[in-house]
């Protein structure tokens, strides 16, 4: 509920038509919403990207592909994707909203299921990655997780295909393994690659677990467990628990086998042996299983024969003949060792608690022992080493953690914890506070100053020195970056260093060619007002003077003036010194706004003297131009394609 209440998506409307109401869930690659779609009046799940993943062009290029593929897979055992949108930062998914739980809460709930029971639930499941398969999509995520359970039952598996767009963008930057390292196949671990045979091994994978309630392979790290997926078979179910057949152990063992060829070539197949062994298994099949369970765990006492307790198991495991040959014997001499060893019992006992009580007395007596200060958590590491050392105890100084609830330098605990009792000159080890938890640094590129500082402090955050350095993107007075860098985590103890753009650096143009001079100004999207006057000690057609002057900071949109040479000219404007009347068409560099926002990339372009024609899917960032760069007539149209 805190956690609802605190994300700042919730009670926002995307794109005009979703309203988020909830968050409930939230994963590596995105976070899952019940939303409302205020058009069609109907509930429905948002599935927000992760703004590291929606900032990712590749990552989103793929995420529309795979989304499309997604959504085109109708089958009632599978969850619908109705729409993929982007509303400024946030790329979303609009999928059907299934409310229940997932396969992973029931098996938390019962441990493990019946081999009959767990078939059944194979089954949908089977058919949905059935489905995907005949289409030509692979899930590459198949796992509990992604398996949902309505509140009548029916089975629904989620995010089919959405996991490829995420390993691909990682792999190519990190060549990191991708995915839930316990359902990966061998060969997505060797090379990444995976097809609908990698689907049917990690769904051999899931059957051994709902069949045994473990993983087959386990280990200290996910790469241990990777290693086990190449280098070791999945053990047959019935080697972890009673009560599975032969032919079950053939249906994990065979889909989870190394070489893909000897696997079910996809869902379909691997569905079609699970329903032959499912029908051949009698219908009250869990409930004998259960019985068998519960009759070899079951334990009795074979009663204190000769001075011991003999513990055996139920059924065949008792000695033969116990109850005939042993029986008839108990009571008797039941009551002789009784009555023998109830006298002992009595005065150990009183010994036992004779030493207790001794040791006690001298405990609260001695002098030997004393107290760690119980106000020694919080006191500068100076004053309780000499806290400590003043009271006769040896300190030792840990390796610095962070603390939320104490300052840096302050102590964050110790070793006993205060208020213990110690020996006299005994070691107590203390550990430093080095500040508050870090946290991620919040993006403020763009902001102006204020803001910014603003913003760090509502993340709690100090704001520190701010800088100034000239920029190309970044207007004038905005901000350009922040150190660290946003999405560092950083301690909240510590400044953040603000760096603030002063602009485009206003170029020196006095003694240049005035068209020349003018269209460097436009091409850095500045408003270019030329003004004339007669100079005969200097060249016709150059720069006179400018304002502002060389070097001082200047942003896409700004004003500048710049005082051009009148040319000698006869009869009018026609015949000038310089051989003027009838130029060609005039042409004038074309910036690239590539990457720019449509809005600036308009202002520039139209500054600069061209006209603008936009085009594309979407979005508010500039992802293709033509022409993209060399010169173009003045007055000529710039096209810009847009996309997410």
């Known amino acids: ?84 949108r982007t509303d400024g930062e946030h790329v979303f998914l609009v999928m059907e909203y299934v409310p229940g739980r997932t396969l992973r809460d029931l098996l938390d709930e019962r441990g493990r299921l019946g081999p009959r029971e767990a078939l059944e639930i194979m089954q949908p499941v089977l058919a949905a990655l059935g489905a995907a398969h005949r289409s030509g999509l692979v899930h590459r995520d198949v796992k509990p997780e992604n398996v949902l359970i309505t509140d009548d039952g029916q089975i629904k598996v989620a995010d089919f295909g959405l996991a490829r767009a995420e390993s691909a963008s990682k792999m190519t930057k990190t060549g990191l393994i991708i995915g839930t390292v316990g359902y990966l ?38 790469l241990a467990v990777a290693y086990k997926h190449v280098n070791e078979t999945v053990p047959a179910p019935s080697t972890a628990v009673p009560g599975s057949t032969p032919e079950i152990d053939l249906l994990v063992t065979r889909a989870t086998s190394h070489d893909p060829a000897q696997r079910p070539q996809d869902a379909n197949q691997f569905l079609a042996a699970t329903a032959e062994v499912h ?66 019992v ?44 003043d009271d006769g105890l040896q300190v030792r100084v840990a390796s610095a ?57 509502d993340k709690g955050f100090t704001p520190g020195d701010v800088q100034k350095a000239p920029s190309v993107t970044v207007s004038k007075d905005e901000v350009i970056r922040t150190d660290p860098a946003a999405g ?8 953040v260093a603000i760096v603030v753009s002063t602009g485009m650096s206003m170029p020196s143009l006095v003694g240049r060619n005035a068209d020349q001079a003018e269209n460097q100004l436009r091409s850095m999207g500045l408003k270019v007002n030329v003004e004339k006057q007669k100079d005969g000690g200097k060249p016709p057609g150059t720069v006179l003077s400018q304002s502002p002057d060389p070097g001082t900071g200047v942003s896409g949109g700004d004003e500048v003036t710049i005082v051009v040479n009148k040319k000698d000219c006869l009869f ?35 500054n600069s003297g061209f006209k603008v024609n936009v085009t594309g899917i979407g979005g508010n960032i500039v992802r293709f131009q033509q022409p993209s760069s060399g010169e173009a007539p003045r007055g000529s149209t710039i096209t810009l394609v847009r996309a997410p």
């Open 279 to 344: 029908g051949g298994l009698p219908r009250d099949f869990d409930q004998r299983v259960a019985a068998a369970s519960r009759n070899q765990t079951a334990v009795f006492e074979a009663g204190p024969l000769d001075g011991h307790t003999a513990v055996y198991g139920a059924g065949p495991t008792a000695p033969p003949g116990y109850e005939t040959q042993y029986a008839p014997q108990r009571t008797a001499t039941d009551r002789a060792i009784g009555a023998i060893t109830g006298k002992y």
């Open 572 to 606: 009018g404007d026609f015949f000038c010194r310089d051989g003027g009347g009838g130029d060609d068409e005039e042409k004038i560099p074309v910036p690239d706004m590539t990457g720019r926002t449509v809005d600036e990339a308009r202002q520039a372009l139209e």
């Open 401 to 457: 953690v962070y603390s939320d609830q104490v300052k840096k330098g302050q102590v964050a605990k110790s070793n006993p914890p205060a208020g213990a009792r110690v020996s006299s000159g005994a070691v107590v080890t203390l550990t430093p506070s080095k500040g508050r938890t870090p946290r991620k640094v919040p993006d403020v590129e763009g902001k102006s100053l204020s803001e910014a500082q603003q913003i760090l402090k």
């Open 488 to 495: 560092e985590r950083h301690s909240p103890d510590q400044p």
């Open 1 to 84: 509920m805190d956690a609802t209440v605190a994300d700042p998506l919730v009670g926002q409307v995307l794109d005009g038509r979703y309203r988020i109401e909830s968050r409930i869930a939230r994963g590596g690659m995105a976070t899952v919403y019940v939303a409302r779609d205020i058009r069609l009046d109907r509930e429905i799940a948002l599935k927000v990207m992760h703004s590291h993943l929606a900032a990712d062009d590749d990552f989103v290029r793929r995420f529309i592909g795979e989304a499309k593929a997604a959504a085109a897979l109708s089958h009632p055992n599978v969850v619908a994707v109705y729409d993929q």
């Open 346 to 389: 009595l005065i150990a006992i009183g010994a036992v608690a004779a030493v207790i009580l001794g040791w006690a007395v001298w405990y609260q007596v001695s002098g030997q022992y004393d107290h760690v200060p119980d106000k020694i958590i919080g006191m500068e590491l100076k004053d309780a080493r000499q806290r400590l050392q």
């Open 185 to 222: 196949a061998p060969e997505q671990v060797l090379s990444g690659n995976a097809d609908v045979r990698s689907d049917v091994y990690a769904a051999g994978v899931m059957l051994f677990e709902l069949l045994t309630g473990v993983l087959p392979h386990r280990g200290d790290s996910p």
